[in-house]
């Protein structure tokens, strides 16, 4: 069965930072694109940054890029969003997905999805 668990939301206040971590199980985690969602209330799901190791690929939204950074422990069968500079307009409930095609971007087809997790930055 595969499981994708998000951890590390919460509340922070602007300009702070905050790692999400999104455990997988249940699939060849290293062949994967692992991607990072986030839906603001009353807004559409929104494409934040995805890694396919297998390829050596990051991609980032424009709204994130140089505040975010995306990265793999596969060992651990982990990805990790680190984000800095967190600003009122970052929050949001942010997803992992998994999609098998490694060369999947930023759109919102991917297979396998989390339950999310809470991010609030304050002003």
């Known amino acids: 069965e595969v499981q994708l668990v998000e951890s590390g939301g919460g509340l922070v206040q602007a300009g702070g930072s905050l790692r999400l971590s999104c455990t997988a199980s249940g699939f060849a985690f290293d062949r994967y694109a692992i991607g990072w969602f986030r839906q603001a209330p009353g807004k559409a799901r929104e494409g934040v940054s995805c890694i396919s190791s297998s390829i050596g690929r990051t991609n980032y939204g424009k709204s994130v890029k140089g505040r975010f950074t995306i990265s793999s422990d596969n060992a651990k069968n982990t990805v990790y969003l680190q984000m800095n500079s967190l600003k009122p307009e970052d929050t949001a409930v942010y997803y992992c997905?998994?999609?098998?095609?490694?060369?999947?971007?930023?759109?919102?087809?991917?297979?396998?999805w989390g339950q999310g997790t809470q991010v609030t930055v304050s002003s």
């Open positions: 997905a998994a999609d098998p095609n490694p060369y999947s971007g930023l759109h919102n087809r991917y297979d396998y």
